[in-house]
């Protein structure tokens, strides 16, 4: 999956778009600030007043275009094979004053409109540029990622991103970042009501890549998805032609033999070499002491020793004491690379429940549920229990047994491999995706968790819920201006922030995935809205 991450991901930010070590960002003039005629007169008569006076600092820091039409118009320069730079349009025109006189300077034209590159009045208009991040929409990428919320298992990128100091990103930060981050922020700067047609093409095909690495890492393979990667790969590859003239490199071609892969060998997960990356890396920094011999035997060793111990500190039900809580944190806190990121999450997710701890029920630190909660759990039992119960509180005697009314509330759990908490224990980890009982999906954030026991047939059955207060969805005439709806395969869209009156009770098998989350106000909508990002990577 390197590859996808890095072949295709990366390379379309810095090669396809240039931005942030891909050789600069953007066309000629593409950020500079839009000019008025007024403005465009105040900037040529600020060459001439450096020229007067031989402010050669002040003309070297004037905007390039205008001082090419300068130069231009008074014949200072000519066709040359390289373009000049500004200090040394600046030289030329201070030589070219000392030698003729301030005196036979003549200013262009200012043009009729506005304008981002000043031309004359015989230069060809500037031919359209290949669209890609503007400095503002890079400025706004990173506030955004600042403002998202992702769960902790999802690591966050450097603010920075964008820019040279952002320094070097792993595979998995390309990966969440161009999944997550540029999703985000582009759908809704480029996918709006307002945006180009320039815009739409270029998130148009810059989403067929976000949509083909999304099914290429799923957790499971189908002949479907397969082929819907494909599709979605093609039509990047042909998009980057039209749109940007970008020669095919061999990134491009080896993803296009992915499909006979996934449909041959299923989930990439189960073989691809994140493990392996890792440990190469390690290996460069061992310290053999020259018994090379060794080295196969040491590693295998120490990797199930790791293995195992990982293993017990996440299946141990370790008692509530502070000693121990101290422990966990400092474990966490020095594997937390390790057990920590998409690639780690999609192997452990893949295991079903088994990485579940069992969870020692305590009578004496149980609270009432709600009557809302205890029926909604009544309903939820009796759908899928072998057993038929009745309430606590029936006056009738029908011979079922009566449903405990209380449960241990606790502020996280582990399923799954991923880790899911209280907004008040753990805010990251409490924004999901939910089905409801009714089977609509719905995106909301856990207010409570609680362990319920109950016996069927002689045998204790001990099972977690969490209680969700769901955000509100749109009204149809406001969901026609989510721009994230164009794009059904994204599984993205709009909630107002706020939440329904009435609470969720959601089993853990109705648990669908976190998603990330970030909140902002659309110009159409005019209410504080939730961007829900689901991350899932199953069924989407």
Request: net charge positive; glycine share 6%; aromatic share 12%.
């Amino acid at each position: 999956m390197h590859n996808i991450f890095l072949g295709e991901l990366r390379r379309h930010w810095r090669e396809v778009w240039k931005v942030g070590g891909g050789g600069g960002r953007g066309e000629p003039g593409a950020n500079c600030a839009l000019h008025s005629p007024k403005d465009q007169e105040a900037q040529l008569r600020r060459i001439q007043t450096a020229l007067e006076t031989r402010a050669e600092r002040t003309l070297a820091d004037t905007r390039k275009d205008y001082l090419s039409a300068v130069a231009r118009h008074n014949r200072v320069v000519g066709i040359t094979a390289s373009e000049p730079t500004r200090r040394q349009y600046a030289d030329a025109l201070i030589n070219w004053v000392n030698a003729n006189g301030i005196g036979q300077l003549q200013l262009p034209p200012v043009m009729d409109d506005y304008t981002k590159h000043f031309r004359l009045p015989y230069d060809e208009p500037p031919k359209p540029p290949h669209f890609r991040p503007s400095s503002e929409d890079i400025s706004q990428i990173q506030k955004d990622i600042d403002a998202t919320i992702l769960p902790s298992w999802l690591e966050k990128v450097p603010s920075t991103f964008g820019d040279a100091k952002h320094g070097k990103l792993k595979a998995d930060h390309w990966r969440t970042v161009s999944t997550v981050n540029l999703v985000i922020t582009l759908v809704r700067r480029w996918g709006s009501s307002s945006s180009t047609p320039e815009e739409l093409d270029a998130l148009k095909n810059y989403l067929h890549l976000v949509i083909a690495a999304d099914f290429a890492s799923r957790r499971s393979m189908t002949y479907a998805r397969a082929a819907a990667y494909e599709y979605h790969m093609e039509e990047y590859c042909r998009g980057i032609i039209r749109i940007y003239k970008y020669i095919l490199v061999p990134n491009h071609h080896l993803a296009l033999h992915l499909r006979r892969l996934l449909e041959s060998f299923g989930p990439v997960h189960g073989w691809w070499t994140f493990p392996f990356e890792r440990y190469n890396g390690l290996l460069q920094r061992m310290k053999t002491n020259f018994k090379p011999a060794e080295m196969p035997k040491t590693f295998m060793r120490y990797w199930y020793i790791g293995t195992a111990l990982r293993w017990l500190m996440r299946t141990i039900p370790w008692p509530a004491l502070d000693d121990y809580d101290i422990m966990l944190r400092s474990f966490e806190k020095a594997f937390s690379d390790t057990v920590r990121g998409t690639r780690v999450t999609d192997i452990l997710a893949s295991g079903g429940g088994l990485l579940e701890p069992d969870f020692e029920y305590n009578r004496r630190e149980e609270t009432p549920l709600t009557a809302h909660i205890y029926g909604a759990l009544l309903r939820l039992v009796n759908t899928g229990a072998t057993a038929l119960f009745q309430s606590a509180d029936s006056p009738a005697n029908n011979g079922r047994p009566r449903l405990h009314p209380a449960g241990q509330f606790v502020s996280f759990i582990h399923w799954k491999g991923v880790r899911f908490a209280t907004r008040q224990k753990g805010p990251r980890d409490s924004f999901i995706i939910f089905r409801t009982a009714e089977g609509a999906t719905r995106a909301g954030q856990i207010s409570e968790i609680f362990y319920h026991l109950r016996t069927e047939h002689g045998q204790a059955i001990t099972e977690p819920y969490l209680i969700v207060d769901a955000y509100s969805p749109l009204t149809p005439a406001d969901a026609a201006h989510d721009p994230y709806r164009k794009f059904p395969e994204l599984e993205t869209r709009l909630y107002y922030d706020r939440f329904d009156a009435t609470q969720h009770l959601v089993p853990t098998s109705n648990i669908v995935a976190h998603f990330a989350a970030f909140k902002y106000i659309p110009d159409e909508i005019e209410e504080t809205c939730v961007v829900a990002r689901n991350l899932d990577r199953v069924s989407m």
